[in-house]
């Protein structure tokens, strides 16, 4: 998400990032926010050893959206933490530049490969998509197979928690929420004033997260067959 900030008599955009988690009891909350400056592997190992430092003692699946240096970050600092990147991000950012005459039947072949129920026959499809629009957009098959090692995390897992873990919808729809409080403020003073309006906005949206995911029971019980020995001993 992007706003405005006045910076030494200029206005210049700023990105700022949202750290969203929910525990295993299925509660959402927002774990951390940042303004980028310097988005750099160095700024993301600084956001992953200050969760690590305020109590997160363990991430089972992250979901990030393609952002250069985040996975390393992240394997980093939880080494065991499994990545998924966001399906969603992928198919828009592989996909901006196709023409309108070709993107529905293209979409439809890459539905093929990213619902696929099983990693085999995705990678099947994937080259099935290859054989048919390579010649034409070489770039697609390239990025999905060069990224999918983390694009892939999700076929391991049932429904239920592929809903849960191959997008970062939820994040998207915090930042809609944080827009409409925002709207009215084309343009903020500095960093801080812009950090505190946001944390306000946050500690109001967060308020309504009382309870959990209607399918938890079913997600909780899947993880914890597929992370026991991580689990074990927590009350949980």
């Given at each position: 998400?992007?706003?405005h900030?006045?910076?030494?008599?200029?206005?210049?955009?700023?990105?700022?990032y949202i750290?969203?988690g929910?525990?295993?009891?299925g509660k959402?909350?927002?774990?951390?926010m940042?303004?980028?400056?310097n988005?750099s592997?160095?700024?993301?190992?600084?956001i992953?050893n200050?969760?690590?430092?305020?109590?997160?003692?363990?991430?089972?699946?992250?979901?990030?959206?393609g952002?250069n240096g985040?996975?390393?970050?992240?394997?980093?600092?939880?080494?065991k933490?499994?990545i998924?990147?966001?399906?969603?991000?992928?198919?828009?950012?592989?996909?901006?530049?196709?023409?309108y005459?070709?993107?529905?039947?293209l979409?439809?072949?890459l539905?093929?490969?990213y619902?696929?129920p099983?990693?085999e026959?995705?990678?099947n499809?994937?080259e099935?998509?290859?054989?048919?629009?390579?010649s034409?957009?070489?770039?697609?098959y390239k990025?999905?197979?060069?990224?999918?090692?983390?694009?892939?995390?999700?076929?391991?897992?049932?429904e239920?928690v592929?809903?849960?873990i191959y997008?970062?919808?939820?994040?998207?729809?915090?930042?809609?929420?944080l827009?409409?409080v925002?709207?009215?403020?084309?343009v903020?003073?500095?960093?801080d004033s812009?950090?505190?309006?946001?944390y306000?906005?946050?500690?109001?949206?967060t308020?309504k997260?009382?309870?959990h995911?209607?399918?938890?029971?079913?997600?909780?019980s899947?993880?914890?067959?597929?992370?026991?020995?991580?689990?074990?001993?927590?009350?949980?």
């Open positions: 998400i992007h706003y900030v006045r910076s030494e008599g200029r206005i210049v955009k700023r990105a700022v750290a969203l929910i525990d295993m009891n959402k909350d927002v774990l951390g940042y303004v980028g400056e988005e592997a160095k700024f993301w190992l600084s992953m200050g969760l690590k430092n305020r109590g997160v003692e363990d991430i089972l699946i992250a979901c990030v959206d952002l985040f996975p390393q970050a992240i394997e980093a600092v939880y080494p933490t499994e998924q990147q966001c399906i969603i991000h992928q198919i828009r950012n592989s996909t901006k530049f196709v023409s005459k070709d993107i529905k039947k979409m439809a072949d539905k093929l490969v619902a696929a099983t990693e026959t995705a990678l499809e994937l099935l998509f290859k054989d048919k629009w390579d034409k957009y070489p770039k697609i990025s999905w197979h060069d990224n999918w090692a983390t694009l892939s995390t999700y076929f391991k897992y049932p239920a592929r809903r849960l997008t970062t919808n939820a994040i998207e729809g915090f930042n809609r929420q827009r409409k925002t709207k009215s403020k084309t903020f003073p500095s960093d812009l950090l505190k309006m946001l306000l906005a946050t500690m109001d949206i308020k997260w009382t309870g995911r209607q399918d938890w029971g079913q997600i909780h899947q993880l914890e067959i597929y992370f026991e020995e991580r689990l074990v001993g927590r009350n949980l």
